[in-house]
């Protein structure tokens, strides 16, 4: 495929960031909405047996991987990233913390690049490892501005010399909360299971992309491409027919309906069982406050949820609270330096979280400006 043209990454207007405020709110609500109601059906859950497998980190894997811990083998991180502020902020963090957890015992962290897909050098080339690539053409990604995440890594496996064996395809709002292993093995990626990426429950859109010939459509994971590790060789096979996948869902008008903010993520699970690849699914990869209540031996806490509640620490499902942290309200700019913490009683993920954000910021020179 020839790609061409560059994105205009200029200041945001007003009026555009206005709509993407109005986006990502409804966006988040939808999936708080999701949140609440699969929480509903755990707590119901009585069976003993049941709880075993919703406790379970390793899903659906034969006998042997069950047993498996770590590969051992460093891995590469690749964040993909823009040049906007609210990337910028958030790759910053997720930077810092990287380095802090990187050398200690347990971490088979190796290598860092964020993967900057606006096309242009940016004012952070100096202090975060970055390669640049191309944007998809003005107006491919019609505003869904992660469709040229697959496009994005097509291009750095191309052009990077890679040392490690293993990637970890990342996001900026990913804070290392504990140093991260290899969770992969050999032919099997690992993968962080999303309660809400049901292949199943979407089997008639699936089937326009995974055809019957390929199987069944559990062959496909309820994955998205982050965070993932995965071997390097294999990623480079995939990577392709995640792009092409993408860009036929986004252009299938009952799949981005269907799909919406989440369409890369089931393209990724798509393209890769096309290649006939299974993921170890952990849920101890990763953690989402404030729904998971404790970091715990968890190694990401991906802060994509907004945290609001009242000064008693009560939640406040779907309403601005009293104190809350919500990334969505530093769309023009970073947050500011030592941020309030959360009255007592609210879960110790949430504090933990406004605690890294808060060292972070204190340590990052120049952290005011953009």
Not at 18 to 27: D, E, K, T, Y
Not at 180 to 189: E, I, K
Request: charged share 20%; glycine share 6%; net charge neutral.
């Amino acid at each position: 495929m020839t790609m061409a043209g560059r994105k205009n990454t200029g200041s945001a207007s007003v009026p555009l960031l206005v709509l993407l405020s109005l986006g990502f709110f409804f966006a988040t609500y939808n999936l708080l909405t999701i949140v609440m109601r699969n929480r509903a059906v755990i707590r119901s859950v009585a069976d003993d047996s049941n709880r075993k497998l919703l406790s379970d980190p390793i899903l659906e894997m034969p006998d042997i991987m069950q047993k498996q811990k770590t590969s051992g083998s460093p891995l590469h991180i690749a964040l993909t990233a823009t040049d906007a502020p609210y990337s910028k902020w958030q790759s910053r963090i997720m930077y810092y913390w990287y380095k802090k957890k990187k050398d200690l015992p347990g971490s088979d962290m190796g290598g860092f690049t964020r993967i900057l897909h606006s096309g242009n050098p940016d004012n952070l080339m100096d202090e975060i490892p970055t390669i640049v690539v191309d944007p998809l053409p003005a107006g491919l990604d019609r505003g869904y501005i992660v469709l040229n995440r697959p496009w994005a890594f097509v291009q750095w496996l191309e052009k990077a010399t890679i040392e490690e064996e293993y990637i970890l395809m990342a996001e900026p709002d990913h804070i290392f909360v504990n140093p991260l292993p290899n969770l992969a093995d050999g032919g099997y990626p690992a993968a962080f299971p999303f309660f809400y990426i049901k292949p199943a429950e979407n089997e008639n859109i699936i089937r326009k992309f995974f055809p019957e010939e390929n199987g069944p459509v559990t062959n496909v994971d309820p994955i998205g491409n982050s965070p993932v590790i995965i071997k390097k060789d294999m990623l480079d096979r995939i990577a392709p027919t995640w792009m092409n996948v993408s860009l036929r869902m986004k252009d299938d008008s009952e799949t981005d309906k269907a799909f919406g903010w989440v369409l890369e993520m089931y393209a990724y699970a798509v393209a890769s069982a096309l290649h006939g690849v299974k993921h170890i699914l952990r849920k101890d990869f990763m953690l989402q406050p404030p729904w998971d209540l404790h970091t715990g031996k968890k190694f990401i806490i991906h802060y994509t949820y907004g945290c609001d509640y009242n000064l008693k620490g009560e939640l406040t499902y779907g309403k601005i609270g009293e104190w809350r942290f919500d990334k969505r309200s530093y769309l023009r700019g970073p947050p500011p330096r030592n941020l309030s913490l959360p009255p007592p009683g609210v879960p110790e993920s949430v504090a933990t979280l406004v605690k890294m954000v808060n060292e972070a910021t204190a340590n990052i020179p120049n952290w005011d400006t953009e």
